[in-house]
T-cell receptor, first 114, second 112 residues
């Protein structure tokens, strides 16, 4: 079975400082991993995805994530936070193939202080 | 491409009434998913379809919920009768195989 654990429910950073949102996964198969962002009262937007290609994945808005199999981690980072990054971020795992469904983490709420 | 289109964006209904949520997936996508988001339970997968066929409905809360996909371009999620605890944001998503999941903007349902 697959699952994801987002280690922090809330993260607060100052504008211009780095962002680190942590995610650990569990999967019996080679997983596909995603990060989604949800701004207040908005839908879910795909930030980036890992599907067994390069382990360092670059996404939109300057975000990137590194797949580390040895640590079963897929942490999301950004070198410099912007006020518009304030949102909820979801780490997601999918087995893909015949059981193609997403398993969402519980989310990390990112606050960006001026 | 207009993306995944959900309607209505907001729905307020009285307890006991029937509610129908609609979704138009992206053309060419072969998977369609219905999710529910609440503060208490986060995002939950309710049901998903592959080539219009329901594959896994184990997340559907109870018999009051039903979903159909009569063709590749349309799906409905129906709640009959609705209850206040059904209040949530319901998202539809579609994908081609396991690449490129796209979510709709959601339907915010309030049952009073």
């Amino acid at each position: 079975a697959q699952s994801v654990t987002q280690l922090d429910s809330h993260v607060s950073v100052s504008e211009g400082t780095p962002v680190l949102l942590r995610c650990n996964y569990s999967s019996s198969y080679s997983p596909s991993l995603f990060w989604y962002v949800q701004h207040p009262n908005k839908g879910l937007q795909l930030l980036l995805k890992y599907t067994s290609a390069a382990t360092l994945v670059k996404g939109i808005n300057g975000f990137e994530a590194e797949f580390k199999k040895s640590e079963t981690s897929f942490h999301l980072t950004k070198p410099s936070a912007h006020m518009s990054d304030a949102a909820e971020y979801f780490c997601v795992v999918s087995r893909g193939g015949a059981t193609n469904k997403l398993i969402f983490g519980t989310g990390t709420l990112l606050a960006v202080q001026p | 491409d207009a993306g995944v289109i959900q309607s209505p964006r907001h729905e307020v209904t009285e307890m006991g009434q029937e509610v129908t949520l609609r979704c138009k997936p992206i053309s060419g996508h072969d998977y369609l998913f219905w999710y529910r988001q609440t503060m208490m339970r986060g995002l939950e997968l309710l049901i998903y379809f592959n080539n219009n066929v329901p594959i896994d409905d184990s997340g559907m809360p109870e018999d009051r919920f039903s979903a159909k996909m009569p063709n590749a371009s349309f799906s409905t999620l129906k709640i009959q009768p609705s209850e206040p605890r059904d209040s949530a944001v319901y998202f539809c998503a579609s994908s081609f195989s396991f690449y490129g999941y796209t979510f709709g903007s959601g339907t915010r349902l309030t049952v009073v």
